[in-house]
């Protein structure tokens, strides 16, 4: 990526972060964990990490979907003169803390294992 595509991506990720806070969390924690721009900068992929007790993430993606060029129009008011097109916004679920903790199970199953094995070394 370039540098472009990376400033802009951070300044989209930032200003988008606080709008999605401030507008459309509804008893949800949305965290914008990064945003990808193509190299034409028309399309900016969102990437979402949502805490949501007890609520549906594909739910809470749809109401995000509904209402994209609302968001996209806010978005525009903050980011108007750095870009002559606003891109597209595309929401994706961030899924990094899911793999996160699946390869800690990982690494602890093998850590049991590890042990298990030694004790059973050390008694024959």
Known sequence: MSIRTERLGAVIQRDLGS???????????ITVTKVRMTPDLLIAKVYLSILAPGRDDDAIFSYLEEHNADIRKKLASKIRNQVRRIPELHFYKDDTAEYVDRMEHLF?????????????????
């Open 19 to 29: 709008i999605i806070q401030k507008d459309y969390q509804h008893g949800t924690i």
């Open 108 to 124: 602890d199953e093998i850590r049991k294992e590890r042990e298990q094995r030694d004790l059973d070394e050390d008694k024959e």
